[in-house]
């Protein structure tokens, strides 16, 4: 009796946890890689989108409050921010979101961007070798900011 009653329950929970480590997810609200988005995550994203960078400051924060520890929401502040021309801010974010994933590639793309505006080249590099290293395979975030660094001209004196 209790071989069957475990059987039974291997038979129901097994597919159950293959389909929700494979990232299925049923809940309305969701992003395309899979998990359901806090709603003000997804109105900030909806933001960015629309170069809406007060608006996505304002529903990314709201997320961020819910969900301390999410690198992505970090990261799209950070971009946030930096469009809406604070670097202070933006750095700040980036940083976290490298805090809570260090190989956020995203993060170091967007940070190493933000450097090149701040006019710190070295910063830049220092995010373009960490790419390097995360990105086993070529990777858009590594080629983006390379070539960014590429064509970065340092600001004239005057």
């Given amino acids: 009796?209790?071989?069957?009653?475990?059987?039974?329950?291997?038979?129901i929970g097994l597919p159950?946890?293959?389909?929700?480590?494979?990232g299925a997810s049923w809940a309305v609200g969701t992003?395309?890689?899979g998990p359901a988005l806090d709603p003000d995550f997804a109105a900030?994203?909806?933001?960015i989108e629309a170069k809406d960078w007060r608006g996505a400051i304002k529903a990314l924060s709201s997320a961020a409050l819910r969900d301390t520890r999410n690198a992505d929401i970090e990261n799209y502040l950070g971009y946030a921010w930096r469009h809406a021309g604070d670097m202070n801010q933006a750095f700040a974010h980036y940083d976290r979101a490298l805090k809570l994933d260090p190989r956020?590639?995203?993060?170091h793309e967007y940070a190493g961007e933000a450097a090149l505006i701040a006019g710190d080249l070295a910063r830049a590099?220092?995010?373009?070798?960490?790419?390097?290293?995360?990105?086993?395979?070529?990777?858009?975030e590594y080629h983006e900011l390379k070539a960014a660094i590429t064509a970065y001209r340092p600001p004239k004196a005057p």
């Fill in 1 to 11: 009796m209790q071989r069957r009653a475990f059987a039974a329950a291997i038979s």
């Fill in 44 to 47: 900030g994203k909806r933001a």
């Fill in 125 to 140: 590099q220092r995010h373009l070798a960490a790419l390097k290293s995360i990105c086993l395979l070529p990777c858009d």
């Fill in 104 to 107: 956020h590639r995203g993060a």
């Fill in 31 to 33: 992003d395309e890689d």
């Fill in 16 to 22: 159950l946890a293959l389909a929700l480590a494979a």
